[in-house]
């Protein structure tokens, strides 16, 4: 039985009288793919801010390993090995590729301090870097201007920025989202070829991809765990139909 | 860096290092206030065109070290070296407190920088008795290094411009360093900073701290090259004066700052010998940028070789 | 004690003052995202109509009204021309008002002089009265507290219970999904810089009967408004309010006990503040 990576306790969120997250509980193990599905205002991606820091949480505990983090900053949680992409790209749009990776780079290690020298001089940097760009096939656009990009290629781009550092933990909100269906077996081929030791938990909102990617599913619905399987289990599930196709 | 560039940076320095020789008196004071200006307006570009942070306070820590060599010197009587010492300190020092002002962000760090500048030119003006209120304070003595005496101005002039190098190449390795890059991932985007690892206040902070002590260089020369301050160096039509600067000249740049500073101070100078009402020029001047050249003169020069180019 | 008592009238007389000044300032900002650092230009175009309306007709209602009805023209002329073309960027904002505020003040300059001037009050407000426990108070400062405290109820009142001021605090909170719903948010925007800027002008107006009016008074008031929106939060006018009552009472004390530092005095609640609340009292915190 491996150690969980993610081990979630009871974890609430509430905005003022709303409770977007009710006591919501969850553990995943070093190297699993784990899928958060559920319908529209289901408290999916209120359920990553409270894992990666976004928001405070309301009750509850996040376990990174076996560290607690729920009361920890942001960017002390990330430097604790966790990598996040956005549901609406999230990346430095007024940057070259080349920059929007070595910041993300830098960001674990204490060399962003550094105020002379170039920031693709510092040791190790550019080599990882470049490697990373080219890993999500970004390579012709290295110096290019992240506005000039596609959506698709910011895509990419951001899943190379939440990679670089080899996270213990990756935290994937609808990574094909906005993306039409050729970007989307790409990304597909990309997230299902990331290696074992990292481990993935990803919110998806297409089911198929979802069960078809996942070791494990969880199912949200308004702010509530629902189900919480293997994607055959959750396949034969009737409360997630009836969640799905409205009866709840 | 391409031969047209190299060529231009050549006459830019041979211009810079024979002009006492080639022009009058007039022009010299010119330059040397232009190069001073530069430094402040260099100051604000840091957390303007790196950090994405519009501070309307840079002239009181400018105004403050002017101040600490002042009365330093005329009042208590320092040596040279001990009054640039607590000039330092002092510009510093209002830094530290000043740089809270990083906790705001947008149009709340501009309002407390504003005010908090405002506050500076304030005790300036009404702590007569300690600053000498609105005549300020007079004939300052000016360091001799050496065989050579800053007060007369070849000497000076020469002097600040190895100030002015020493001062721009490091900012410009503090602009390429990972440090400088940071700071424009926090302008771009400072929800991504933290998500990557980042604190960002803390480096907003240390950026604060630097710039403070920038124009806290400028204020230091700028005393002696005029051996005389009074509250108006520490107002708000300075420190928006600089922001101008910034701007005018091409934000994010190095050269920027000087060109914007050479831009306004010559407008200044040229409008106020002819018409009396030039506050109301500048601010006309300043109407006509925001709206018609927003990315300041480099930009505009940019636009239009651009154009030349695709006919 | 009389001291201290006299100090907190001056106080609160000054903040009727400042709320005035101010509320309109937070609400500009707080519905049209706009930062106006013409606003003390404003203050000070009402202030020197008022004077000379003042010195011919010497009638105060004359004054405060032309003194309004011009700053509110100039106001609406500069958003309209000037400050529309910008959309939210309030760097551009900043120095595109500033550059009015310039011109208006070198504008008033030429006009009026440089020499501070004090508006002339009608006889019957010239006198003082006594209040109870032996202290002497000019009429003049207790019509400001009233006048402070009536237009605060009203605009108070307004925001708070009526349509259109449910339509302005929406706005406030969201400004697209006003106009999703159908308020003619163009009609909106032009009534509220129209009265923040006749509050201006009427304060301006005020003010030049105290405090006189003079070259700079547009920049030395705007810092005082500004530390009052730092301190009560950007857009909310229970914070220009409470603001307002914190400067005014901060700075009568500061000037009675340390003359010369006052301003440290007023510089004391705002590093407090940025330490503890950034956004300030009543501020929102995606106000930026």
């Known amino acids: ?248 | 860096m391409t031969i047209r560039r190299a060529v231009l940076v050549c006459l830019l320095i041979g211009g810079l290092l024979s002009w006492p020789y080639m022009v009058g008196g007039y022009w010299l004071s010119l330059l040397t206030q232009i190069l001073i200006f530069g430094i402040v307006a260099l100051s604000v570009d840091l957390l303007l065109g790196h950090a994405g942070l519009f501070s309307l306070c840079q002239a009181a820590f400018f105004s403050v070290a002017a101040y600490a060599v002042a009365i330093g010197q005329v009042k208590y009587g320092l040596g040279h070296l001990q009054a640039i010492g607590l000039a330092f300190f002092c510009g510093l020092t209002l830094g530290a407190i000043f740089g809270l002002s990083v906790r705001t962000r947008g149009v709340y760090f501009i309002l407390v920088t504003l005010a908090m500048g405002y506050i500076v030119w304030g005790i300036g003006y009404r702590w007569a008795g300690f600053t000498g209120g609105d005549s300020g304070i007079t004939n300052i003595p000016v360091p001799t290094i050496g065989a050579f005496d800053l007060s007369q101005p070849k000497t000076f002039y020469y002097f600040l411009l190895l100030a002015v190098a020493v001062i721009v190449i490091a900012y410009y390795r503090l602009v390429t360093s990972p440090f400088g890059l940071v700071l424009r991932g926090i302008k771009s985007s400072e929800d991504r900073m933290r998500s990557l690892g980042y604190s960002p206040v803390t480096h907003l902070y240390i950026a604060f701290l630097i710039s403070s002590f920038i124009s806290s260089c400028a204020g230091v020369l700028y005393v002696y090259f005029n051996k005389f301050v009074n509250p108006v160096s520490a107002s708000l039509h300075v420190s928006v004066e600089v922001v101008v600067m910034a701007i005018l000249g091409g934000s994010g740049t190095l050269i920027g700052p000087f060109i914007g500073a050479a831009a306004v101070l010559a407008m200044r100078n040229w409008i106020s010998g002819f018409f009396e009402m030039h506050l109301a020029v500048m601010g006309l001047a300043f109407i006509a940028v925001v709206l018609w050249a927003p990315n300041g003169l480099v930009g505009l020069f940019r636009r239009m070789t651009n154009r030349f180019k695709q006919q | 004690m009389e001291s201290f008592i006299l100090q907190t009238l001056n106080g609160i007389s000054f903040a009727a003052l400042l709320f005035l000044l101010a509320s309109g300032f937070t609400l500009t900002f707080g519905l049209m995202r706009i930062v106006n650092m013409a606003h003390g230009a404003l203050y000070m175009f009402g202030a020197y109509i008022g004077l000379s309306v003042a010195i011919h007709t010497s009638s105060l209602s004359l004054a405060l009204l032309s003194g309004g009805l011009a700053a509110m023209v100039l106001g609406l002329f500069c958003d309209k021309f000037l400050i529309s073309k910008l959309g939210e960027d309030h760097l551009a904002q900043v120095l595109l008002t500033v550059g009015i505020a310039y011109v208006i003040g070198d504008v008033c300059l030429k006009f009026w002089g440089g020499d501070a001037q004090k508006l002339p009050l009608p006889m019957f407000l010239r006198s003082i009265i006594e209040l109870p426990g032996g202290i002497y108070y000019p009429i003049f400062r207790g019509l400001l507290v009233f006048i402070g405290i009536s237009v605060g109820v009203i605009l108070y009142f307004v925001y708070r219970k009526t349509q259109i001021g449910a339509a302005i605090r929406a706005g406030v909170d969201d400004r697209e999904m006003v106009s999703a719903t159908g308020i003619n948010v163009e009609k909106l925007f032009i009534l509220v810089s129209a009265l923040a800027a006749f509050l201006a002008g009427f304060s301006g107006v005020l003010g030049a009967v105290f405090l006189t009016i003079y070259p700079g008074a547009e920049w030395e008031i705007l810092v005082f408004a500004l530390v009052v929106v730092i301190v009560g939060g950007l857009g909310s006018l229970e914070g220009a309010m409470v603001g307002a009552v914190i400067v005014g009472l901060l700075d009568a004390y500061g000037r009675w006990l340390v003359p010369d530092l006052s301003y440290f005095v007023l510089f004391g609640p705002m590093a407090l503040l940025l330490l503890v609340r950034p956004r300030g009292l009543f501020g929102k915190a995606n106000m930026s």
């Open chain 1, 1 to 248: 039985m491996n150690q969980s990576v993610l081990t979630v306790k009871n974890l609430s969120k509430s905005f003022g009288g709303l409770l977007a997250v009710d006591s919501v509980s969850l553990a995943v193990s070093k190297g699993e793919r784990h899928v958060i599905i559920g319908p529209n205002g289901a408290g999916k991606t209120s359920l990553f801010h409270c894992l990666s820091g976004v928001h405070p949480i309301t009750s509850g505990a996040v376990l990174l390993e076996d560290k607690e983090i729920q009361r920890l900053s942001e960017g002390a949680r990330a430097r604790l090995g966790i990598g996040r992409t956005f549901q609406i790209s999230n990346v430095f749009s007024q940057l070259t590729v080349l920059e929007n990776v070595l910041l993300a780079f830098l960001g674990w290690t204490n060399k962003k301090w550094i105020p002379w020298k170039s920031a693709a001089a510092v040791d190790g940097a550019l080599s990882r870097c470049t490697q990373q760009i080219s890993a999500i096939g970004l390579s012709e656009k290295v110096g290019e201007t992240v506005s000039s990009l596609s959506y698709g290629e910011k895509r990419q781009l951001e899943l190379g920025l939440a990679l670089v550092n080899d996270p213990k933990l990756l935290l994937l909100d609808e990574p094909c989202a906005g993306l039409a269906p050729s970007e989307r077996r790409m990304f597909f081929n990309l997230v299902k070829n990331l290696p074992r030791d990292i481990t993935v938990v990803m919110i998806e909102h297409d089911m198929d991809v979802a069960l078809a990617l996942a070791d494990n599913v969880t199912v949200l619905h308004r702010g509530k765990l629902v189900a919480q399987g293997s994607p055959d289990e959750i396949r034969e599930d009737l409360t997630v139909r009836d969640v799905y196709f409205g009866n709840v």
